[in-house]
């Protein structure tokens, strides 16, 4: 019983082996067959390809779609010896892409009884049936291609202006600087020059003050344009009263006036004479002409090495006087060379109790002076017999004229630059008899004015030949406040930005942080003033740091670090930038003739350039025969797919 | 007793369990042999139809190159194709008939292998064959169509290799 047991199980399970054993041998298939349908459909595909590569146009000029294209012109009569590839890539790539596939369809189909698809780019173009194979063969073709409708042969051209007209900006800034004491006048003479091939078409001069007593009474006593009287022409738009150390009421003001008329191409000189009966007179930040004028220029590349003067305003004040200029050195200047001359009038040299004090100081980027001529290089109130009203008593000696020449080189920084320069002065303490005067008329006698020289190189030139540099300003607008940002976006025609300046507008103001952050990155700072009252009327930024968003913060705070609550940041606060439009058009579209691709040039040129308002005076042209050039599309990846139908 | 013990060992040797166990090895033994014989043949069929899948594609591809010279003739051919500037051309069609099968074959090396072709349009209207003799009789026949230009236009150049049966 127990034998006939183990016999049972034993040849179960021989049976069964030998049972799995012949059906799987049967079941097997050969990997011959599977090997021969992958290379035969292999085959059939790369056929496939080469036929599109390979069949022009004109053999399929009675299929539906190609006809239709035909008729109505789409296809030319020039485009009938391109490729069916061709022509199939450049509705694809032009966005046609059911004309493609529907070509693809007329000329593929019944092509083979094999189930196939024409992809390219892993899009599907035409495919003859759903995949349901595992095994597909792939064939491919790599291919570019000419505009359908357009000669792959005739005539390119390229123009560019040699001669051009544009509207642009330009802002004189004035700088900070006084002072008219205690019933003194302040008198400041701003020369300077514009270009004389111009036509001025708006100038607005923006006026920053702090005069007389209130609001009521803030008038200029005289601002002569060119001669021409405009003192009560301003509009005044911002007033802000402030009481001082001895009860004085002041009022810092902040006005504009239409000069359009008053100034002029070439020299122009602008006069104004302010004062208050109790406190010094001054201008704050935000003192500007902006001038919007159209100029005529040759085209030329932008330099790379830069020599430039920046002039003092001459300021007569009554007792003392002070300047505060400010320059800008670009991010990455090498080689810089700065220097300071300064021809100062009427020095009142003095002296307390047979101590020389100090009649003149300058600070250059730093809240310590550069030079002083005296024993003390602060603490003037300490060296008075008497001070009243702001006026320190000394012993004075008879008024000099001083000439002073620094090389201030290893003083300058990359980026803005403030220079101070106070006469008989300082802060709300001034001394002296009469008149002292920061001398300069940059127009009849530069040499004997006062100025800062600089000069730098850099290592490639702001601008290429070919290039235009446009400047325009967005004013800030909103609230006065403190601390105020304002947020602005370039668009990408403007994105170029080779020169970008904040003005700033102020009323009462001390210390400044100016910052400008993108979107998602963080602040960074791009001038904090070194003491107080070193407040730029303009503060660089450097073009890297602005983006297509952007957003500017301008905060006043004190000494000690706190926000000052009532240094407004005013709305006319700006930002001026200065970018760069391309003045030349490459080689564009393939034309039969070369008159014709000349016409091209130059419209595309003009449209090009007249988007940025610039008008075309001469335009320059270089045509060139060609033939052959692929383009509009690819090179791209087209694939034949072939699998058996299942 | 002695006896009893003989005849009783005889009888269990050939018990219908021996008869049985030695007739399911056989049966084994014979199914083996013949699956290996079958699988055998198979590969040998397998073998001989890669084989000439090899010669019906090395004769297909005859329309799909130029040749050796480019622009051959009858007398300077060494390697035909009836292909330029990836289209049939007409004259090397004709001066493939014109040299006859039978060099067409040497230069295959088709061996005993037949090779015939027909030409026809994407709508399937005939439009070339070669040669014009086909043998009724005919074993082991392996078939390849294929797309290519003739006269500009789209075209199925259908290979037959086979063998006399």
Not at chain 1, 38 to 61: G, Y
Not at chain 1, 236 to 244: F, T, V
């Amino acid at each position: 019983m127990a034998k006939g047991i183990i016999f049972t199980t034993d040849i179960l399970i021989g049976i069964g082996l030998l049972v799995v054993f012949i059906l799987a041998s049967f079941l097997s298939k050969p990997e011959t067959s599977q090997e021969i349908s992958f290379q035969t459909n292999s085959i059939e595909a790369r056929d496939i390809i080469n036929v599109l590569s390979t069949l022009k146009i004109s053999s399929f000029s009675q299929t539906p779609t190609i006809k239709n294209l035909i008729e109505n012109g789409t296809i030319k009569q020039e485009d009938l010896n391109k490729t069916i590839l061709d022509l199939i890539g450049s509705f694809w790539y032009s966005g046609n892409k059911t004309i493609a596939s529907n070509i693809a369809k007329e000329i593929l189909e019944n092509i083979t009884k094999k189930c196939f698809s024409l992809q390219t780019e892993n899009e599907t173009i035409y495919s003859s049936c759903n995949f349901t194979s595992k095994t597909i063969s792939v064939a491919y073709a790599l291919a570019s291609g000419y505009e359908i409708g357009k000669p792959v042969s005739g005539y390119v051209a390229r123009a560019w202006l040699t001669k051009y007209r544009k509207n642009t900006t330009q802002i004189i800034p004035f700088y900070p600087e006084g002072s008219g004491w205690t019933g003194n006048p302040l008198e400041v003479t701003k020369s300077f020059s514009l270009p004389s091939n111009i036509t001025i078409y708006n100038a607005t001069l923006f006026v920053s003050v702090h005069f007389g007593t209130s609001k009521s009474q803030a008038e200029f006593q005289q601002l002569l344009v060119n001669g021409n009287q405009k003192k009560g022409n301003i509009v005044w738009l911002y007033l802000q009263e402030a009481s001082g150390s001895y009860g004085e009421v002041t009022t810092a003001a902040y006005g504009y006036v239409d000069v359009t008329n008053d100034i002029q191409p070439g020299n122009n000189t602008i006069y104004l004479k302010i004062g208050t009966p109790n406190y010094h007179s001054h201008l704050h930040p935000g003192f500007r002409l902006i001038v919007v004028y159209s100029l005529t220029q040759e085209m030329q590349a932008g330099s790379q090495t830069f020599k430039k003067r920046y002039y003092f305003d001459n300021v007569n004040g009554n007792t003392g006087a002070w300047s505060m200029l400010s320059f800008y050195i670009p991010e990455n200047a090498k080689n810089i060379n700065a220097k300071l001359h300064l021809n100062l009038k009427k020095v009142e040299d003095s002296t307390f109790f047979g101590i020389n004090t100090t009649d003149i100081k300058i600070y250059v980027n730093s809240k310590d002076p550069f030079y002083y001529d005296g024993v003390n290089k602060e603490n003037d109130e300490y060296y008075c017999s008497r001070l009243r009203n702001y006026y320190c008593y000394r012993t004075l000696s008879s008024a000099r004229d001083v000439i002073l020449d620094f090389d201030i080189t290893n003083k300058v920084v990359n980026g803005t630059n403030v220079i101070s320069v106070y006469v008989n002065s300082y802060g709300d303490i001034h001394w002296g008899d009469k008149e002292a005067i920061i001398y300069s008329d940059s127009l009849n006698d530069p040499e004997n004015s006062s100025y800062v020289e600089v000069s730098y190189e850099i290592d490639k030139p702001l601008f290429l030949y070919g290039e235009i540099d446009l400047t325009k300003e967005k004013m800030f607008g909103g609230e006065a406040s403190n601390p105020k940002t304002f947020s602005f976006n370039i668009s990408q025609s403007e994105s170029k930005i080779i020169e970008a300046f904040v003005h700033i507008a102020q009323g009462f103001s001390n210390m400044i942080n100016v910052s400008i952050q993108q979107p998602n990155s963080p602040k960074t700072t791009v001038f904090t003033s070194p003491s107080s009252r070193v407040v730029p009327e303009n503060v660089f930024v450097y073009p890297r740091l602005i983006g297509s968003q952007n957003t500017i913060e301008i905060v006043d705070f004190q000494s000690y670090g706190g926000i000052s609550p009532t240094n407004y940041i005013l709305p006319w606060s700006s930002f001026e930038y200065t970018y760069l439009v391309k003045g030349i058009v490459g080689y564009g579209s393939v034309f039969n003739s070369s008159e014709l691709a000349i016409q091209d040039a130059i419209n595309r040129l003009i449209q090009q350039v007249g988007s940025e308002g610039i008008a075309a005076e001469n335009i320059q042209t270089d045509t060139q025969s060609t033939q052959g050039i692929k383009w509009l599309w690819g090179p791209s990846l087209f694939k034949i797919l072939i699998w058996d139908k299942v | 007793m002695l006896t009893v013990k003989f005849m009783l060992i005889k009888a269990q040797t050939l018990t219908y369990d021996f008869f049985i166990a030695t007739s399911l090895l056989l049966l084994l033994l014979i199914a083996t042999f013949f699956l290996f014989y079958y699988k055998i043949e198979n590969i040998e069929e397998e073998k001989e139809k890669s084989e000439m899948v090899n010669v019906l594609i090395y004769a297909s591809d005859i329309w799909f190159k130029e040749g050796y010279p480019k622009y051959w003739n009858v007398d300077n051919v060494i390697e035909i194709g009836l292909s330029n500037n990836n289209q049939i051309n007409t004259t090397k069609v004709r001066l493939m008939e014109e040299m006859g099968y039978q060099r067409l074959a040497s230069l295959l090396s088709l061996g005993t292998f037949n090779v015939n072709y027909f030409v026809y349009l994407q709508n399937g209207s005939l439009i070339y064959s070669f040669p014009s003799l086909f043998y009724e009789k005919a074993k082991n026949v392996v078939v390849l169509e294929r797309i290519t230009i003739w006269n500009n236009s789209v075209v199925k150049v259908r290979t037959l290799v086979w063998q006399k049966a």
